[in-house]
């Protein structure tokens, strides 16, 4: 009987550990960052400021919001990998000419990372082989909501 009691309570152990494990990486991440140029999520430019950035509990989802409040955003976005660790958090941007469209989204310590649809113009752009750079922006803080 105190064999089959063990295994039960082992059985629950393991289930709340893999509970916990998966709760936290539904969590999600949160990063602040000062972003000095206007840039454009999906279909709307949001000017240059100081902003949060934070990934839903649905992991494709991120709410981009100034810290004043008056912008935000909700968008959809993929997974990305990388071939090595992130050793920092970055947000990438595509440059075509003056405008700025935010890209990919990497925290540190991980080799997963999120990447946004390109835009309508974001397209348009490339497809016009409008010369396109890539601008990295570094996060001041990160980490959980």
Known sequence: MTKKALAIASVVVLSMAVAAVSARAQAGFVLA????????????????????IEQLSGRSVLLIRSTDGHTS????????RANDWQSESKLVFNRYGDQYFLSQIWTAGNQSG???YKSPRE???AGKAVKRE???LAPRSSGRP
């Open 33 to 52: 960052a000062n972003i000095p140029f206007d840039f454009v999520v999906g279909k709307q430019t949001l000017p240059a400021g100081e902003y949060r």
């Open 134 to 136: 890539v601008a990295v």
């Open 114 to 116: 999120r990447e946004l």
């Open 73 to 80: 955003t909700i968008v959809m976005t993929m997974a990305a």
């Open 123 to 125: 397209t348009e752009l």
